[in-house]
């Protein structure tokens, strides 16, 4: 007999009605009209070291975004049915996880890109009967990671990073990635909804590698 797949656990649902009302910071909110509608898929599970993120890190070769690691995601495309159609394809594309497993929690709040124009719909899920995941896609990831929440959490694994225009945003040294941008920010704000954030050093401050830099400087 196979054995039941886990329910969606409370903490997950209390996360979740947070992730879908919470409010969006000024610079984040999308104009009333333009840019290129996109979705990433948040995806919690249940590791070893309890609830964990499905992250990706992307290719040096991609033109865009290259060497950053990320959720999985992408832009929508004209076959998709909406946010969580896209991010679960794009997911499967980049990381082989089986759809079905996948158990969607809620869908957040829409969050603009400035630099790229991308207004992008996370879309929180659970892992309700995880896969196997690898860098399907070698072209455009490099790397799959189940990064638990507890590292993410750890203070001794969190830091200030310092754009080359001085701008300083939260950024977290996990699994041998700088997690940082646009992701860490949704990382950081999930940790305080969800209750798991704990006192750090936001004095720390790090500039970025030379080499991300250089990759950024793609975009």
């Known amino acids: ?26 610079y984040l909110r999308p104009p009333a009209t333009g840019g290129r509608r996109a979705a990433i898929l948040v995806l919690f599970g249940e590791g070893p070291l309890g609830p964990d993120l499905l ?40 990381t082989g996880l089986e759809p079905a497993g996948v158990e969607i ?4 709040p829409e969050l603009y890109l400035r630099h790229s124009d991308n207004r992008v719909t ?8 995880p896969s196997a995941v690898h860098a399907a896609d070698p072209r455009e990831v490099a790397s799959v990671e ?12 969190r830091v200030m990073i310092r754009s080359p225009d001085g701008y300083k945003s ?8 700088l997690v940082w941008g646009f992701t860490a920010g949704v990382v950081d704000r999930l940790l ?28």
């Open 122 to 129: 996370p879309v929180l899920a659970w892992w309700r009967d």
């Open 192 to 219: 305080s909804l969800g209750g798991w954030e704990k006192p750090w050093d936001r004095n720390r401050v790090e500039g970025l590698p030379a080499q991300v830099i250089s990759l950024a400087a793609r975009d």
């Open 1 to 26: 007999m196979t054995p039941e797949a886990p329910q969606m656990p409370e903490w997950l649902t209390t996360l979740a009605e947070k992730a879908r009302n919470m409010e969006v910071d000024p």
């Open 170 to 177: 939260p950024a977290f040294h996990v699994r041998g990635l």
């Open 55 to 94: 992250l990706i890190q992307r290719s040096d070769a991609m033109r865009k975004h290259a060497g950053q690691p990320a959720f999985p995601g992408g832009g929508l495309d004209e076959d998709d049915d909406g946010p969580i159609a896209a991010a679960l394809r794009e997911a499967e594309e980049e």
């Open 105 to 108: 929690a809620a869908v957040m």
């Open 146 to 157: 189940r990064v638990p929440v507890a590292e993410l959490a750890d203070p001794a694994n």
